[in-house]
């Protein structure tokens, strides 16, 4: 099964945000996972368009975008224009989820739905054929550097079946508290696409970090 890394750049050292996109872009992690907060959505404001353009000057690799914002509808063509290979928005921050799918995919980009730990997977049934990513939180949004809820890795098995049984070809992303000691766990259980922040950034080599997280 495919295993991915998607290093969190929330975490970067934003006083140094080319250098970091830099190292990334040559370490071994496929994807640059860009964490958008709105302040309403979450009780956190993070970044926008002009970050991910900074981050995108630098590199060619997948960006995995996550908005945690409210009505997302209003902006998914925007990050895809902006350079977002995966556009993810939260089940819970819209009433227009149909909408926010088809406008992923006209502007060219995949289509993500995340839900938050309480959430739970089978409000996903309906929208797993038309998607090309889940992104399971392991954390509440909002902040980076949080512990791993425990239980998100049943959560990431029974989404699993579910995405079996409805024979859709979607992918797992899990988000939060991730690192080399419970990345395993996670990949054994259905996850494809692993997301670390502090974990990566905080180590005192990133890169070595990122091999463990594969190689767990
Ligand atoms: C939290 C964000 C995460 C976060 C992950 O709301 O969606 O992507 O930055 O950070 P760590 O890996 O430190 O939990
Ligand atoms: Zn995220």
């Known amino acids: 099964m495919t295993r991915i890394v998607s290093p969190s750049m929330l975490s970067a050292d934003f006083g140094h ?3 970091d996109t830099r190292m990334i872009d040559r370490s071994r992690a496929e994807w640059f996972h860009i964490d958008v907060m709105d302040g309403v959505f979450v009780p956190n404001i993070s970044f926008g368009f002009p970050v991910l353009a900074a981050i995108t000057k630098a590199t060619e690799k997948v960006i995995d975008t996550h908005l945690m914002i409210v009505e997302p509808e209003k902006y998914v063509e925007r990050f895809v224009k902006a350079g977002s290979h995966y556009v993810t928005f939260h089940i819970e921050a819209t009433e227009k989820v149909q909408e ?3 406008l992923i995919h ?5 289509a993500g739905i995340s839900i938050k730990p309480k959430t739970p997977v089978e409000t996903l049934r309906e929208w797993l054929p038309q998607i090309e990513l889940v992104l399971v ?3 509440e949004p909002g902040f980076g550097g949080q512990s791993f809820i425990e239980g998100s890795t049943e959560k990431v098995a029974e989404l699993k ?3 079996a049984e409805t024979g859709s070809k979607a992918m797992i992303e899990v988000d939060g508290g991730v690192s080399s000691k419970n990345a395993r766990e996670l ?8 997301v670390a922040g502090s974990a990566v950034f905080k180590a005192p080599s990133p890169e070595e970090e990122i091999s463990k997280i594969l190689e767990a």
């Open 17 to 19: 945000l080319e250098r």
């Open 100 to 102: 926010c799918i088809d």
């Open 106 to 110: 006209q502007a060219g980009a995949k």
């Open 137 to 139: 939180m392991s954390v």
């Open 161 to 163: 079946r579910l995405i």
């Open 187 to 194: 990949f054994d259980a259905g996850a494809e696409a692993l």
